[in-house]
Structures are given as structure tokens and as C-alpha cells.
């Protein structure tokens, strides 16, 4: 097989709907996926539904250890032989008042939101390609912050701080940008109260929540030609909620 003919693409966290609809803006594109997730039963049944192996491999991957970062490297180089895209979605999202935060809450929250997406993105550099894109999934909350989840907006902020000097170190080989989701309609949202996800739906100029193929489709944007002069951003889709 000719490991350069096509474009090849690692999407982190692929067992949840936002990674899953942009594993499928890819495929249409008929880019070879690599998608990991810790959840290996979902991931790979996600991974059946687009044809499965040699064309999608599905890879349990623990985002917070840099040993298995590592190990998608090498396969990423087996089958493939180089990187095109990442994209780091992968994560984690609790509602914790600050009186309830122990030790492990917040080490958690980091080695997930924070140190899986420099490990994967340390791990994989050597095989990114020239014009190459990464994104990494932040947060509004990471821009703002965000009351009862001081963890994952701290470590969102790490993110967007690790985009900007990604951009500049990767440069001009890879593009490396950020997305800053607001209320999505997904899983993790459950723990979200229900109140508050009223109030903010309230506060969205747009009157709702995202949708999951809404988040996928910037990010098809941000791995193409249309934004290839891009680098070191932050796109803001979250319905106008930040500007309120």
C-alpha cells in the first residue's frame, strides 16, 4: 500500500457523539481514521459502522498516560505512515463545588482535559505530515470560567494556552487551533443541573443547545484548505454565549 496516497486522520475520545460526528465529516472526505477512546467496547462498535480495518482502526487509549499515547503512535506508523490531522476530543466534565473538590477530582480532570492532549500530540508530532492541522477541543468554560467546575475550566485554559504555543512551535508545518464549545447536547451535559442548563440556555442568543455535527463541521473546516492560513485560534461555537 502506498502510505502517503491518502490522508489520515487520529480522533481522541471517539466513543462520544462530538468525535463520533467528526469521524464521520472525515470519512465522507475519505480520510483513514485511527480513532481511540478508553471506552473500547463503544469504540469499537462506532468503528464497525465505518468499515472497520484497514480503512479505521479502533485503539483503546487511556489519554492520560503517555505510554499509550505512544503505542497509537506506532500503530499510527504501521498502518499508515504518517499523520494528517488530530483532533483531541477526549474528556472529561464534573460538576463539583470547590468545598467537594479533593485531590484526586482535580488531578483527574488535568491528566485528562490537560495532559492527554499534549501526550497524544508529543507522541504523535514525529509522524505529522507537512500542512498538516491539529485541533483540540477547549471549552467556553476554559475562555470564562465556569461556576462548579473549576477542574475542567482550569484545565480548558491550559488547553487554549497549549493551542497558542503549539501554533508557534509546530510552525509553519502544522496548523495547530482550537474550538471553544459552549452547551452542547451530549452525554457528558448530564451532569450538568438542570437549572443552571436552563439559565445558560437563556443566556445563548440562539435559544439552544449545540449540536454534536455543528462542532464537527468546524473542525472538517479547520483540517482543510479553507483555513489554511489559520493558526494559534480559538473559534467560538457556543450559540453567542460568549459575547453574554
Known sequence: MNKQRFKTAVITGAAGEISQQIALFFSKRNIKLVLTDIDEASLESFAATLGGEPDCLAIRHDVAKMEDAERVAEACREAFGQVDYIVTGAGLYQHLPLTEIVEADWRTSMAINLDGVFFTIQALRPLLSKNSSIVNIASLAGQRGSLNHTPYAAA????????????????????????????????????????????????????????PDEIASVVDFLCSDASSFMTGESLQVNGGLYIN
Do not use: Y
Open 156 to 211: 480548558k485554559g491550559g488547553v487554549l494556552t497549549l493551542t497558542r504555543s503549539l501554533a508557534q512551535e509546530l510552525a509553519p508545518r502544522t496548523r495547530v487551533n482550537a474550538i471553544s464549545p459552549g452547551l452542547i447536547d451530549t452525554r457528558m451535559m448530564g451532569s450538568l443541573d438542570a437549572a443552571k442548563r436552563q439559565i445558560m440556555i437563556g443566556a445563548t442568543p440562539l435559544q439552544r443547545l449545540g449540536r
